[in-house]
């Protein structure tokens, strides 16, 4: 899916899913993209620290948070 995306959009994707603002509900209503995929884009377009350090943000802030990504 993440192939369709101009280069613009995927930069959008990626502050989108850096903010800790912003569920990757409101990423999949925008650009149609389930949370595996922002995960896999993520990865490919990332640094491996910066990955590793974004997913770990993730799972630490979202467990004090019900609806967080």
């Known amino acids: ?26 990423i999949k209503n925008q650009y149609g993209l389930a949370e595996k995929d922002v995960k896999t884009l993520m990865r490919t377009n990332l640094k491996t620290g910066s990955y590793k350090a974004w997913r770990k943000r993730v799972r630490d802030f979202g467990s004090r948070r019900e609806h967080y990504k």
């Open 1 to 26: 899916m993440s192939q369709d995306l101009t280069e613009a959009q995927i930069s959008d994707v990626i502050h989108m899913a850096l903010s800790d603002h912003i569920p990757f509900s409101d």
